[in-house]
């Protein structure tokens, strides 16, 4: 399973802007807290499902 959050730092336009692979890639780190929280529901809902 793959989430694909945007990470692009404000201000910069995401179709001009570096790969995650380049040297260049600036991140925006508030969309990690946002990809942590969104991976944490589904765990929580899954586990609720079948556990």
């Known amino acids: 399973m793959f989430f694909f959050v945007g990470a692009t730092a ?3 336009d995401p179709t001009k802007t570096y790969s995650n692979h380049s040297p260049k890639f600036m ?3 508030d969309a990690l807290l946002l990809g942590l929280r969104a991976l944490t529901h589904v765990t929580c809902d899954y ?3 079948n556990g």
Do not use: K, Q, T
């Open 10 to 12: 404000p201000g910069i």
């Open 27 to 29: 991140v925006d780190e």
């Open 47 to 49: 586990l609720e499902a």
